[in-house]
């Protein structure tokens, strides 16, 4: 599987936001989307599988599970990076700093040893960075708001934005030609924007935590309060 990824047919998709290792909140959302859109529909998972909540390591089974049955598309979000970052360098601590603990923790509690197995490092080495359609760019992060789409995925010194730009959140202007879908930003409810749609409702936080989705073409939103803990 590409880490980048374009379509050049028009489908129906239903993309979920940042899970972070939620995973009954994950199951419970997944159960209601399959059970209205079944076949039908691409899902599309935004990124952040892991860190933080308790469960990273069963979100991984859940998805290597779901894309058996399903059309799914796994995008790279920034803490699965730092997770890879991680596993090629094991002086690169950052990840420790920002959930990567949770994350060992739910495969020590699983597996009886601090150790990702080689089926997850798969599923993550193979995440993409953005899934572009006529309609619709997916993305965890977001692309630059100072040019077009089809400009800034021709030019990888500017992938990071992919992973961790904010800057589309305070802007009311943007050269996008098409309909971006991001995770990443945790609010309380979900952005809707010039040219956006954010779906990072903070499942992992106590506060107002709920994991979200949206179907697409129709705009509707799904979601799923945090039940993990």
């Given at each position: 599987m590409d880490r980048y990824k374009s379509s050049k047919n028009s489908n129906s998709y239903v993309a979920i936001g940042d899970i972070h290792g939620c995973i009954k909140s994950l199951e419970v959302l997944m159960a209601d989307l399959l059970a209205q859109f079944g076949t039908n529909r691409i899902y599309v998972f935004l990124g952040d599988y892991v860190d933080r909540g308790p469960h990273s390591k069963e979100v991984?089974?859940?998805?290597?599970?779901?894309?058996?049955?399903?059309?799914?598309?796994?995008?790279?979000?920034?803490?699965?990076?730092?997770?890879?970052?991680?596993?090629?360098?094991?002086?690169?601590?950052?990840?420790?700093?920002?959930?990567?603990?949770?994350?060992?923790?739910?495969?020590?509690?699983?597996?009886?040893?601090?150790?990702?197995?080689?089926?997850?490092?798969?599923?993550?080495?193979?995440?993409?960075?953005?899934?572009?359609?006529?309609?619709?760019f997916f993305v965890h992060g977001g692309p630059p708001i100072d040019r077009p789409i089809s400009d800034s995925i021709q030019n990888e010194s500017l992938y990071s934005s992919f992973l961790w730009s904010t800057d589309h959140l305070n802007s009311t202007y943007n050269q996008w030609e098409k309909t971006v879908i991001f995770g990443h930003s945790p609010v309380r409810s979900p952005i809707q924007g010039v040219n956006m749609i954010g779906i990072d409702t903070g499942c992992v936080y106590p506060q107002f935590g709920k994991l979200t989705a949206v179907s697409l073409p129709e705009r509707d939103f799904f979601q799923q309060k945090r039940i993990d803990f």
């Open positions: 991984i089974d859940y998805l290597i599970a779901l894309e058996r049955d399903y059309s799914c598309v796994f995008l790279r979000g920034n803490h699965d990076a730092m997770l890879l970052n991680y596993i090629k360098d094991k002086t690169w601590l950052k990840w420790f700093e920002n959930g990567g603990t949770a994350t060992m923790e739910s495969y020590r509690k699983a597996l009886g040893k601090e150790q990702i197995p080689l089926e997850h490092l798969r599923f993550f080495t193979s995440t993409r960075l953005f899934y572009d359609t006529p309609e619709y």
